[in-house]
C-alpha cells in the first residue's frame, strides 16, 4: 500500500538526488574529462562528437530539470534511455559490478531504474512544473 501522505515528499528525495547525481556525473565531463577529451572518447566508441554535446546536454539540463522538478518525471524517461545506452555501448561487457576494470553495468541499470520509478511516481512535492498524466 502506498502512503499517500509520504509519496509526494518520497518522490521529492528520489527527484532531487537523482538531479544532484546528475548534474555531478556531467561536471566530471566538463571539468575532469573536458569538453574535448569527452568527444573523443565518444569517438573512440564510434560515435559522432554531436551525440557527446547531447549527452552533455541532457545530463546538465536534465539533471537542473529534475532538481526544480520541472517536467521531471517526464524527463527521468530519456535519462533513463541514456543509462541503458551506457549499458549497451559502454559498461555492459565489463560485467555486472561498477568497481570492474572500466565499469560494470549494475551502477546504470540501478540508475535506470529509478529514473523510471521517478516517471511512474510522478514529479513529488514543490516541483516547480508539475508533468500532468492520467494515471
Do not use: C, Q
Not at 566508441?45 to 530539470?65: H, Q
Request: proline share 4%.
Amino acid at each position: 500500500m502506498i502512503n499517500d501522505k509520504t509519496a509526494p515528499l518520497a518522490a521529492l528525495l528520489l527527484r532531487v538526488s537523482l538531479g544532484i547525481i546528475f548534474l555531478a556525473h556531467v561536471g566530471l565531463k566538463l571539468f575532469v574529462f573536458s569538453v574535448p577529451g569527452f568527444v573523443g572518447y565518444f569517438a573512440s566508441l564510434g560515435l559522432p562528437a554531436v551525440a557527446a554535446y547531447l549527452t552533455i546536454a541532457l545530463e546538465l539540463f536534465g539533471g537542473l530539470a529534475l532538481i526544480l522538478g520541472i517536467y521531471a518525471s517526464w524527463v527521468a524517461l530519456p535519462l533513463a534511455a541514456e543509462m541503458l545506452g551506457t549499458i549497451v555501448l559502454v559498461h555492459g561487457a565489463n560485467g555486472w559490478l561498477f568497481t570492474n576494470k572500466g565499469g560494470g553495468w549494475e551502477y546504470p541499470a540501478f540508475w535506470a531504474i529509478s529514473l523510471v520509478v521517478l516517471f511512474l511516481l510522478g514529479d513529488g512535492a514543490y516541483a516547480l512544473r508539475p508533468a500532468k498524466r492520467n494515471a
